[in-house]
């Protein structure tokens, strides 16, 4: 039950109650009907004893009956007595025990073979002829036979009545419920693509549902202009640190290159310059992503080899690699063209490996391929490094998320994979990792090539 939707346990609850409350009202109907139909029967009985004194004629030693007295009126048997309890006159249903005792003006319930009787005994002056006994004798089945009837009705009606509960029911309870399915499918597609614009917009109705959806918008907004204010704030300071940036890696540059430095200055001059190079690095991703949020980072894609822009970007790093002893080697599809952002595919790129160099073992080995599949560009960077450990795959791709920090230096913000993730998007292409712990892991993008006849022609 508890995992059923609350469309189906509204409609149950609904069917099980309106059953229950069609049962019990069946109930007290019936039993209410059967009452007033047995006691119908027993006054028809007295009428019928006491009126049929009309059909009979006494003389002094004989009685004339008739023929109305045999008539089976409403199903009631007559007959006549005399003061002795002799029968005289009259019809007696089959089975009926003519022999029961007389009782004036009694009414009663007399079993005989398996049947039940309503008798009403009443005795009359006849004059001339002398005191005589009418009985009236009726079937208690005849009475009860339309009930029955009624039962049987009910049996019928009554899973009808409950089908159709359900089915109404199940309706209503969905349209009902369909404000709630809406304010679900707002809430996931702004989890998948990260829209707070996005609203429910219920509209104008007055129930609980829809003030919960006016609520939920109401918190939409707000969060919206928080998000928009804290990107804001960041674009801002990044924007400002820039230029004080540029002039310490200026000046420490200019420093650098006086040749008096005693070797201390020197280290001093060297750490200062990495730090801000880091730094530098930071806001300069901290801007792209909170324009791209803003929707204010231009993307200007060029038809490109891509084969190229790959292989060159990989010779760059080459250096880095080396510096840990890491060898890079590549496999490029030569060809392959995509419309792309030079300026932001060498970022996405240069990102994959240098992660892939700092994450990598000293001695071990980076692999770059480039591949036409399925008409779309595919790109792996494999290492042989540490690996990422299953808790932080699923993560990875957050922003500032960073794993395992121990085996990475202050440089490392958790940005770049975000980054990468953003660029391949507005290339409508995307990103995934694999890893083995301790093994390496490997970063696949895809982005769609440009089809042959795009392709500039080779001279
Ligand atoms: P960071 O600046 O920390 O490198 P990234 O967004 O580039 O930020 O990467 C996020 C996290 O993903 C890293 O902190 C690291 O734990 C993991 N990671 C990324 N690339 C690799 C890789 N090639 N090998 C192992 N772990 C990696």
């Known amino acids: ?72 009126d409403q199903g009631i048997y007559l007959s006549v007595y005399g003061e002795d309890g002799t029968f005289l006159y009259g019809r007696v249903p089959y089975g009926f025990n003519t022999g029961e005792f007389l009782r004036d003006g009694q009414l009663r319930t007399l079993s005989s073979s398996e049947t039940q009787w309503y008798v009403y005994d009443a005795r009359f002056d006849l004059q001339p002829y002398g005191e005589v006994y009418i009985r009236g004798v009726s079937s208690v089945a005849a009475a009860d036979h339309s009930t029955a009837v009624t039962f049987r009705f009910a049996g019928i009606l009554l899973p009808l009545m409950a089908a159709v509960t359900a089915f109404i029911g199940y309706r209503m309870t969905r349209r009902a419920l369909l404000p709630v399915r809406r304010i679900t499918e707002t809430v996931q597609k702004i989890q998948t693509d990260e829209d707070l614009s996005r609203r429910v917009g219920l509209g104008s109705g007055r129930d609980e549902i ?101 292989e060159i970007t990989a010779e760059e790093q080459q250096a880095l690699a080396a510096e840990k002893d890491i060898t890079l080697e590549t496999r490029i599809q030569p060809g392959i063209m995509a419309a792309v952002d030079e300026t932001l595919y060498i970022r996405m790129l240069t990102n994959l490996i ?44 957050e922003r500032f998320y960073r794993g395992d920090s121990s085996r990475t230096d202050s440089s490392h913000s958790g940005l770049g994979l975000s980054m990468a993730q953003w660029i391949l998007k507005v290339h409508s292409g995307f990103i995934d990792a694999e890893s083995t712990p301790s093994k390496g892991s490997v970063f696949t993008f895809r982005l769609p090539a440009a089809s042959e006849d795009r392709s500039p022609k080779k001279t």
């Open 1 to 72: 039950m508890k995992n059923r939707s609350l469309k189906t346990k509204l409609t149950l609850l609904y069917t099980v109650l309106m059953t229950l409350v069609i049962l019990t009202a069946l109930a007290v109907l019936l039993s209410l009907s059967g009452q007033a139909l047995r006691s119908g029967v027993q006054t028809a009985l007295r009428e019928q004893v006491h009126q049929s004194t009309r059909d009979i004629t006494p003389f002094e030693d004989r009685l004339e009956i008739d023929s109305d007295f045999y008539d089976l």
């Open 354 to 397: 240098s992660n892939a160099v700092s994450y990598g073992r000293k001695g071990g080995h980076i692999y770059v391929s480039l591949d036409l599949e399925n008409g779309m560009a595919v790109g792996r960077v494999r290492d042989d490094g540490y690996g990422i450990s299953e808790k932080d795959l699923p993560h990875i791709f």
């Open 210 to 310: 829809y003030r919960l959806g006016k609520t939920f918008d109401g918190l939409l907004e707000k969060l919206e202009a928080s998000f928009q204010r804290e990107k804001q704030f960041t674009s801002d300071v990044s924007h400002e640190l820039r230029t004080p940036l540029t002039v310490i890696l200026n000046q420490c540059g200019a420093m650098l290159e006086h040749p008096d430095l005693s070797r201390t200055e020197r280290e001093g001059l060297l750490l200062i310059q990495k730090k801000a190079s880091d730094m530098a690095r930071l806001i300069s991703q901290l801007l792209l992503l909170s324009r791209a949020d803003q929707g204010r980072q231009p993307v200007n894609p060029e038809l490109l080899s891509l084969s190229e822009l790959t």
